[in-house]
């Protein structure tokens, strides 16, 4: 069995947020794809620094977007989820898939 790297559920959710937010994977809608698909709110702070170590990690790419007026002259950095990084959220999700066969939890909170 292929262990790999282990991810924790905050990692998970924001691999699955820059997956799901494409080319347009920066700050902003990474944040707002979290909020609308988790209820959570992560600050600034903790998302970054997320985003930071999981690059570290090699399981995201950044790339800085052309400066523009509307952010003083600023670039956007833009994230793309590596092989390395899909392949660990793979595993992940599959490891959760195989807990879950058999259980009928939402039965059980009926």
Do not use: H
């Amino acid at each position: 069995m292929n262990v790999g790297l282990n991810l924790g559920e905050w990692e998970q959710i924001v691999l699955l947020a820059v997956l799901r937010c494409e080319s347009n994977a920066y700050g902003v809608p990474i944040r707002d794809e979290i909020s609308l698909c988790t209820g959570r709110e992560p600050s600034t702070g903790a998302l970054y620094t997320t985003l930071d170590r999981l690059e570290d990690k090699g399981l995201l790419r950044s790339r800085m977007g052309t400066p523009t007026a509307e952010r003083g002259g600023r670039a956007r950095r833009f994230f793309t989820v590596t092989a390395q990084g899909k392949a660990a959220i793979v595993r992940a999700q599959s490891a959760y898939r195989r807990l879950l066969e058999g259980l009928d939890l939402l039965k059980e909170q009926a």
